[in-house]
């Protein structure tokens, strides 16, 4: 016996809606996000796209990074994007440490990665100016050595 098609027409204009399902069929789908025939990519996604890719951007000329006052697990990614960039891009990587009025172990040991990382490819690595604050935390966990903070 052949199985029942699960699908069914709610009127000739409206693609197959799918039988006692909440969720939409892949026809339906690509009725509502036209799709650029060139990259096979929705419209929808390239807008997505477009916001993530703007918010990920380090400026060009990036020639310091500037520490914020906290300094935490949730601003790593970003730390670590514009560390990188500045070792791509320059001789030298400058790091303002006066406004550090907090600073954790995670974002500790991305600045000993980037200050081994620096030295490996013979390139300064240099934090300055640290706050009180930002050198007492080096300290604690070891790593002021590390991070050249005397």
């Given at each position: 016996?052949?199985?029942?098609?699960?699908?069914?027409?709610?009127?000739?204009?409206d693609?197959?809606?799918?039988?006692?399902?909440?969720e939409?069929?892949?026809?339906?789908?690509?009725?509502?996000?036209?799709?650029?025939?060139?990259?096979?990519?929705s419209?929808?996604?390239a807008?997505?796209?477009?916001v993530?890719?703007?918010s990920a951007l380090?400026?060009?000329?990036?020639?310091?990074?500037?520490?914020?006052?906290?300094?935490?697990m949730?601003?790593?990614?970003?730390?670590?994007?514009?560390i990188?960039?500045?070792?791509?891009?320059?001789d030298?990587?400058?790091?303002?440490g006066?406004q550090v009025?907090?600073?954790?172990?995670?974002?500790?040991q991305?600045?000993?990665?980037?200050?081994r990382?620096?030295?490996?490819?013979h390139?300064?690595?240099?934090?300055?100016?640290p706050?009180?604050?930002?050198?007492d935390?080096a300290r604690?966990?070891?790593?002021a050595?590390?991070?050249l903070?005397?």
């Open positions: 016996m052949a199985e029942k098609d699960k699908t069914e027409k709610v009127n000739d204009q693609p197959p809606m799918a039988k006692d399902e909440s939409p069929t892949q026809q339906q789908l690509d009725a509502e996000s036209p799709v650029d025939e060139s990259t096979g990519i419209d929808e996604i807008a997505v796209e477009g993530l890719m703007e380090v400026p060009e000329r990036l020639e310091k990074v500037i520490l914020q006052k906290t300094n935490n949730q601003g790593v990614a970003d730390l670590t994007k514009k990188i960039h500045l070792m791509d891009n320059n030298a990587i400058e790091l303002d006066s009025d907090s600073i954790d172990t995670s974002t500790l991305v600045l000993v990665a980037a200050a990382e620096a030295n490996q490819l390139k300064d690595f240099t934090i300055n100016t706050s009180q604050n930002f050198i935390a604690l966990v070891g790593v050595e590390d991070l903070i005397q």
